[in-house]
Structures are given as structure tokens and as C-alpha cells.
């Protein structure tokens, strides 16, 4: 179902890219016809935790390398608190370990740092609405971790 306007928090502990993201969310036509209504930002774990407790939200974007608590934390807490919070993670971080910990916790987005912004502007919605969305990019290195013919040896050559 949709609504008039969602609301959403942003967790990042630069506040340039909070700044950026209200912005992004906030500009009517851009992600929902109405905008996305940031109802608060924090720049810590903790803090995200809390606002997300305070104010129940939509959506939660949350950087996943931050102070205090880190986005799993942050992200499982958040379920406990608002489990019906739509979360999505953006990170510069590709580690395999992190990306399955993240998709095994019931991440709802997972969006690099290094894409283009339309990306995320065009899976938000769905996401929104129930849809989940993992970048292609952590599908890739994931794929490449699962199937034992795309490993390589530091020579570059296939391992046997």
C-alpha cells in the first residue's frame, strides 16, 4: 500500500553524506513523487538505534562502518525495535564476510558506496514496497566465492 509520504532516518558518521542523502530522499519526483520525509540523522550507532526506537520509520539508511555500533548491530537492533523498518545498507566495504553477514540478517538493500547514485534511485521504491535489492556488484563476489571455478590463485591463473 502506498502512503502520502514515508519517513525515514539516515545513519552515517560523515555528515557530508547525510547531507547528500536528506537532499536525495527529501526532492520531490526524484525517488517518490512526494519525497521521502527524513525524520532524523544520526552519525553513531548508538544514535541510530535510538531515533529508529523514537520514530519507528519506513526507511533506515545506514552506513555500515560507523562509531559506537556497527551497521549489523545497528541493522539487528533496528529489527528487534521497528521490525516493520525497511533497512538498507550503503558501504565502501566489499569483504565477503560482511556482505553474507549483512544478507543473512535480512539487509532489505545493499548498495556500494562506488555506484552511481541511480541505482539507488530507481530500487528504492521497491524496495519500499517489500521488493529486496542486493548490487550486482555484491552478487558477483559472492557468486565468485560459491562457485569453485571462478576461485584463482595469486598468479592469476584457475585454481585445480
Known sequence: MKRDQYHAIIADDHAIVRAGLKDALEKPGLIE???????????????????????????????VSMPMAGGVEVLLETRRWSPDTKIVVLTGISAIGLISELIESGVDGLFSKAAANEEMHQKLPDILRGHRHIAASFMQILEEIRNPRCLRTVSGKPST
Open 33 to 63: 513523487s512526494e519525497g521521502i520525509r527524513v525524520v532524523a540523522e544520526a552519525g553513531d550507532g548508538i544514535a541510530a538505534i535510538a531515533e529508529v526506537r523514537k520514530h519507528q520509520p519506513d526507511l533506515l539508511l545506514l552506513d
